[in-house]
């Protein structure tokens, strides 16, 4: 049994999806396809973890950020313009969930194609897809979510 927190914020689309392949699992249950219904119904198990939603609570007080996302901090650095730049690897074992670091507005989100290198590529920040959000609240935030090759 999967523990309740693990289905905190299972979305609807996540669960049509696990729905789709435990059915297509049913379908391929052919002798000769076997092999397809077994995958498809280990995929339709892994679902609802990469999925998950936990619950967040992030600390109260002025002037604070919080991360993003769930991950290892591979890089903490300032860009030429001064600001600091914090760089989080999502493995596919981290909740795929991106928040706001900070209470406030989304002024704009932006979409740039690029490659599709492994995330853990030190090109992959420069040349990969990505989605950036800015984020004005008591500072202007930037949020970028660089694509990776499986993403």
């Known amino acids: 049994m999967?523990?309740?927190?693990?289905?905190?914020?299972?979305?609807?689309?996540?669960a049509g999806l696990a729905a789709l392949l435990g059915c297509a699992a049913l379908a391929f249950d052919l002798r000769p396809l076997w092999i397809f219904s077994l995958l498809a119904f280990c995929v339709s198990f892994s679902f609802p973890y990469f999925f998950r939603d936990p619950?967040?609570?992030p600390p109260d007080g002025d002037g604070l950020v919080v991360s993003?996302?769930?991950?290892r901090v591979q890089e903490i650095a300032r860009t030429s313009g001064g600001d600091a730049k914090v760089g989080i690897f999502m493995?596919?074992?981290n909740v795929h969930v991106v928040r706001s670091p900070i209470?406030?507005?989304?002024?704009?989100?932006v979409r740039r194609s690029g490659?599709?290198?492994?995330?853990?590529?030190?090109?992959a920040g420069r040349k990969n897809t990505y989605v950036e959000v800015v984020v004005d609240?008591?500072?202007?935030?930037?949020?970028?979510m660089i694509a990776g090759a499986l993403a």
């Not at 209470?103 to 989100?109: A, E, F, I, S």
């Not at 490659?115 to 853990?120: D, E, I, R, T, V």
């Not at 609240?137 to 970028?144: A, F, Q, T, W």
């Open 2 to 14: 999967i523990p309740r927190r693990v289905w905190v914020g299972y979305s609807a689309r996540a």
């Open 55 to 57: 619950e967040r609570i």
């Open 68 to 71: 993003p996302a769930d991950g």
């Open 91 to 93: 493995s596919l074992w």
């Open 103 to 109: 209470p406030g507005k989304v002024l704009r989100v």
């Open 115 to 123: 490659a599709h290198l492994p995330a853990f590529s030190t090109k």
């Open 137 to 144: 609240g008591e500072m202007e935030v930037r949020v970028r």
